[in-house]
């Protein structure tokens, strides 16, 4: 993923921070309008999420890189999606890419609104397939 580029988002802050990571992970969409995506399958995400911010924290980071795998990767890889409990317990929320991205975006920034420094996750790039993929940003609005 050396290499990549992806749309930056416009905020207002000093530090930007992207880290690339990616994760194997098998899930079904259980909805009569997803086709084939209803049947078991895989996938190869390859993700990049964003953070912003102004401070960095007692150690020098805006956010440990190692921090965002551990969440994200340590979290849904080799996995099936459909099992962790931001699904299973939530049966009409489907692991699609779009629901994934906005999920990713939660779990980072809900460790963000812990750090103090008030860094923002700003957005969550996860493609699925090489020719298919989602960006969530969460709205300017969101920016504390």
Not at 37 to 46: A, D, L, Q
Not at 59 to 69: Q, T
Not at 72 to 91: K, Q, V, Y
Request: charged share 25%.
């Amino acid at each position: 993923m050396i290499g990549q580029i992806y749309p930056v988002p416009e905020h207002p802050f000093s530090y930007e921070l992207n880290k690339d990571f990616q994760f194997a992970a098998a899930h079904f969409i259980p909805s009569e309008s997803a086709g084939k995506c209803r049947k078991i399958h895989g996938h190869t995400y390859f993700a990049n999420v964003t953070i912003g911010g102004d401070e960095l924290d007692d150690s020098g980071f805006l956010f440990n890189f190692a921090e965002i795998k551990k969440l994200i990767h340590d979290r849904f890889d080799h996995t099936i999606l459909n099992e962790d409990p931001l699904f299973s317990e939530h049966p009409e929320r489907y692991p699609t890419t779009e629901v994934m991205a906005e999920i990713i975006y939660g779990i980072i920034q809900d460790c963000l609104n812990e750090q103090g420094n008030h860094a923002q996750c700003l957005q969550v790039f996860l493609r699925e397939t090489p020719t298919s993929y989602c960006i969530f940003r969460p709205g300017k609005d969101k920016f504390q």
